[in-house]
Nanobody
Framework: QVQLVESGGGLVQPGGSLRLSCAAS????????IGWFRQAPGKEREGVSC????????SYADSVKGRFTISRDNAKNTVYLQLNNLKPEDTAVYYC??????????????????RGKGTLVTVSS
């Protein structure tokens, strides 16, 4: 059974930083694309970032380019999202998602075969 467990969310002031983690079990992340999407209350789901298998290719939403960085540690079967210079509009639940059928990303929205339960990021002063 595939499980994705996110962690690292919290309350942070504007301009602050957080690092989100997504630990996977039941699926070897070496061979799949994986990434993050977010959903704020009353808003559409938004693809944030995706990283291809091997980590050679990444994709970011325009709204986070230059501020967020996705990375992966295949030895730990974990993917990370570093969030810097956070803004109030970044407030959302952040979800990790992947699929065993996708090696490559087709944009910042990750493949949605599996997803975690999410971690809440709140940016407020």
């Amino acid at each position: 059974q595939v499980q994705l467990v996110e962690s690292g969310g919290g309350l942070v002031q504007p301009g602050g930083s957080l690092r989100l983690s997504c630990a996977a079990s039941g699926l070897n992340l070496d061979y799949v694309a994986i990434g993050w999407f977010r959903q704020a209350p009353g808003k559409e789901r938004e693809g944030v970032s995706c990283i291809s298998h091997g980590g050679g290719s990444t994709s970011y939403a325009d709204s986070v380019k230059g501020r967020f960085t996705i990375s992966r540690d295949n030895a730990k079967n974990t993917v990370y999202l570093q969030l810097n210079n956070l803004k109030p509009e970044d407030t959302a639940v952040y979800y990790c998602a992947t699929s065993q059928w996708n090696y490559f990303c087709s944009g910042p929205m990750p493949p949605l075969g599996y997803r975690g339960k999410g971690t809440l990021v709140t940016v407020s002063s």
